[in-house]
């Protein structure tokens, strides 16, 4: 008898069970037809059931030169895994395609030239079309903030991914040549930095799987306009002057990290959002470079246009377009247009570049170009290899970090750094054995080098005010700041140390 019954109560759950899968397919094919009956019907109510035990999976991929982003990367990671299933990698130890067997994307890296870095704006560009999913956007800094989440929703709006939130942390400037050192924002981020960035992980994790289950009002609106934190402001690259960040504003971060009003998101108390109004630079500086020495206005990021000479020069015969778009589709203006490509343009050094250029100062065309092909006559920092002291193939430090790829050993006699640089001179930190000297440093270093009051204005006049409304809490005391210690007179090899175990790696599937 117990047998009957165990039987009977298996076939009563087969059978409700073939009747709910029959009761929702043609629930789903009714609203093929009409549209109105999704909304208050057994469909919605099983839709939303589905939604709610959905097991999604994140990802945190993310550049780090030095290991603050790492850390805080890591940190992220860590809550966002307390949520949901979830992945870690740098951008070098994931394939961009591989993005796309993911529901959740977290991304950051520092900011450089008041924007994201080249190869982070790359991987993106990379990336297959993530169709609505939601995105998180990170990043590290020094005292100076502008331009970097502009910057990165280009790119992140062509992959039609969703922000559902953001923030940012200090860092140190470690390894930029004409910060003084030790600098005022050593010390970030530091455990508290890091509690608050898993926290945000986790606000962030949990907020996405509320927008999958339905809840669109959690989106938050896009910070634009004059008022617009300035890390959401055009910052450098459209203007702003020769000095890193000198002309931009201060202000706070609001509504970074938290929903639109009434939306049931946390507001901007949450642990995430306390980290402050942030700075411009890698890791915390920015390889920013001063006045331009050969002419013109630009100088440093955000100067505009100032002559012909400056504009990025085409050299045809070794652009090999159609096959590579990688400068037209990284253009922050659109300024390049290959239907300008006519016998007579081809007398132009930059037969195909627009009135639309900006000169963003380090531009992402000649960074995006492996070819070689567009050049930017602005004064650059020169990388000479004294081959009697360096120890390739035994030592690949610079090779391996350098975040564009840049360096070519294929010359045995004097490696080649190839015109898609990006300027940040990590390979001549961490070279332990002094091989790597930069001739014209004198020149590329000379305005920042030459008057320390320079740092008082523009750098400390935000940390303080920053300091007065809570937003960044002082490590390194002002009388600890070593202002004639300017990281390119730093006589030892190397001049920095990689912490690589603040790298996270960990790709389950």
């Not at 982070?120 to 100076?144: D, E, V, W, Y």
């Not at 455990?191 to 989106?219: P, S």
């Not at 305005?447 to 937003?471: C, I, V, Y």
Request: net charge neutral.
């Amino acid at each position: 008898m117990d047998l009957f019954y165990t039987l009977l109560g298996r076939r009563q759950y087969l059978k409700a069970l073939i009747n709910s899968t029959i009761a929702l397919t043609c629930a789903r094919i009714a609203s093929l037809f009409y549209p109105g009956f999704k909304e208050g019907s057994a469909y919605a109510a099983t839709k939303q059931r589905t939604a709610e035990t959905k097991a999604l999976k994140a990802i945190v991929v993310y550049y780090s030169a030095t290991g603050s982003t790492g850390k805080v990367a890591n940190a992220i990671y860590r809550g966002m895994n307390r949520v949901m299933l979830c992945d870690v990698a740098p951008l070098k130890k994931i394939d961009p395609k591989a993005m796309a067997r993911y529901d959740v994307v977290a991304i950051g890296g520092p900011i450089w030239y008041y924007r994201e870095t080249a190869n982070l704006r790359l991987f993106i560009s990379k990336m297959p079309n993530m169709a609505g999913k939601p995105c998180i956007l990170f990043c590290t800094h020094g005292t100076q903030p502008s331009g970097f989440f502009h910057w990165l929703m280009q790119p992140i709006q062509r992959k039609e991914l969703t922000v559902i939130g953001w923030n940012d942390w200090y860092g140190g400037a470690s390894h930029v040549l004409h910060m003084p050192s030790p600098y005022v924002t050593d010390g970030h981020p530091d455990e508290i930095d890091l509690q608050e960035a898993e926290a945000f992980g986790k606000q962030m994790a949990e907020r996405a799987q509320r927008i999958y289950n339905g809840e669109k009002n959690l989106i938050p609106d896009i910070p634009s306009g004059p008022d617009a934190d300035p890390l959401w402001a055009k910052g450098g690259m459209s203007g702003g002057g020769g000095m890193p960040g000198g002309d931009m504003p201060g202000g706070s971060m609001a509504g970074r990290a938290g929903g639109p009003p009434g939306s049931g998101a946390p507001a901007d108390t949450s642990v995430g959002a306390q980290s402050g109004m942030r700075g411009g630079g890698p890791e915390g500086g920015g390889p920013a470079r001063g006045a331009n020495p050969e002419g013109g206005r630009g100088g440093g990021p955000g100067g505009m246009m100032g002559s012909a000479n400056e504009i990025p020069k085409i050299d045809m015969a070794k652009c090999v377009y159609p096959r590579c778009t990688a400068c037209v589709e990284n253009c922050v203006q659109n300024a390049i247009d290959f239907s300008r490509l006519t016998p007579a343009a081809l007398l132009s050094e930059s037969p195909i570049i627009v009135e639309g250029c900006i000169h963003c100062s380090q531009p992402l065309c000649e960074r995006a170009c492996v070819y070689d092909a567009i050049t930017y006559k602005q004064m650059k920092t020169k990388h000479v290899y004294d081959m009697k002291k360096c120890t390739y193939p035994k030592c690949t430090l610079c090779i391996d970090n350098c975040p564009m790829y840049s360096i070519d050993f294929s010359n045995p006699l004097q490696p080649i750094v190839h015109n898609n640089c990006e300027g940040c001179d990590l390979c001549w930190c961490i070279c332990p054995y002094d091989a790597i000297s930069i001739p014209n440093i004198a020149e590329t270093h000379a305005l920042l080098a030459n008057s320390e009051t320079s740092w008082d204005s523009p750098f400390l006049a935000n940390l303080n005010q920053a300091e007065k409304t809570g937003r960044f809490r002082r490590l390194t005391p002002i009388d600890k700041v070593g202002w004639g210690n300017i990281v390119y007179k730093n006589p030892n090899a190397p001049r920095v140390i990689l912490h690589l175990e603040n790298y996270p790696y960990e790709v389950k599937s």
